[in-house]
């Protein structure tokens, strides 16, 4: 078997509340992710999974424990070492809006990390991501704010493309759609993974979709993973009570099943 892409050992986070009190959000966490695989990070708000994706992405500093990319070691990678892992190691954040410069045209968008990092085919890398987004090569010329919240998704996974990273991490991607936006993002999540065979860490509180677009899910809960897994069984038929809560907690559209759904959960609670 080849070794992981990505690779989290032992890892610890603590932020610093004050002068002499910190609030550890990741007690000893490790997980792998592989070549062309996309591997669900699921939690509550506060779970720590967040900061799991910070800390791969350098935004936030490691306490102990180890990340290795591609078998190098990049837990304390910084300047010019972690400039360098821009071209591997990309992030889609939950709300697409927030991440793209409101006073810059599309275009200028997608090709301003190619410029930054002296492409000199800007040009036709930004019109084939727009193509691989599934958005008219038009696009290039209008501003965000003249997009959907979809399209503008849309715009923001195409810039973490341009650069044929390898791994993106994916905060919330789909969180902020609504549920036929959030299925076609999906689609096409699953349909660039096919196609470049990129690898995602996709961190998500919701069950349903990581059992659509992940291979291996992890549950974190108060800064631990209790479950890992089979994407299907975590998400499905799922060891651990916490899981099971949060399987129980997503609503059905049929009333009695929601109400017995309802019940369960309610009994986990109280357990």
């Given at each position: ?47 720590g999974k967040s900061t799991l994706g910070k800390a791969v992405l350098g935004l936030a ?5 180890r990340i290795t990319f591609a078998g190098e070691d990049i837990t304390h990678a910084r ?141 974190m809960y108060q800064g631990e993973i209790v479950e890992s897994g089979d994407a299907r ?39």
């Amino acid at each position: 078997m080849t070794a992981p892409l990505l690779t989290v050992e032992d890892l610890v986070v603590d932020y610093r509340l004050h002068r002499k009190l910190n609030l550890r959000a990741l007690k000893g966490v490790s997980l792998s992710v592989g070549a062309g695989e996309c591997v669900g990070l699921v939690g509550e708000s506060g779970s720590g999974k967040s900061t799991l994706g910070k800390a791969v992405l350098g935004l936030a500093a490691v306490t102990s424990g180890r990340i290795t990319f591609a078998g190098e070691d990049i837990t304390h990678a910084r300047g010019a070492a972690r400039r360098r892992l821009a071209s591997d190691i990309q992030v889609v954040f939950q709300d697409p809006y927030g991440s793209l410069d409101p006073t810059m045209t599309v275009g200028e968008v997608l090709a301003e990390p190619l410029v930054a990092a002296g492409s000199r085919q800007a040009r036709a890398v930004v019109a084939e991501m727009l193509d691989h987004v599934r958005l008219p090569a038009d696009s290039v010329h209008r501003y965000p704010s003249e997009f959907s919240g979809g399209q503008r998704q849309r715009i923001a996974i195409a810039r973490a493309l341009v650069r044929r990273p390898r791994l993106i991490v994916c905060d919330e991607p789909v969180s902020a759609l609504d549920l036929t936006t959030q299925a076609t993002v999906l689609d096409l999540f699953l349909d660039l993974q096919r196609e470049t065979g990129v690898s995602y860490l996709f961190v998500s509180h919701d069950l349903g979709v990581v059992r659509r677009l992940c291979h291996r899910v992890s549950v974190m809960y108060q800064g631990e993973i209790v479950e890992s897994g089979d994407a299907r069984t975590v998400t499905s038929d799922p060891d651990h009570p916490y899981t099971r809560r949060l399987l129980l907690a997503a609503p059905v559209a049929d009333p009695t099943r929601q109400a017995e759904r309802r019940a369960a959960w309610l009994t986990l609670r109280e357990a």
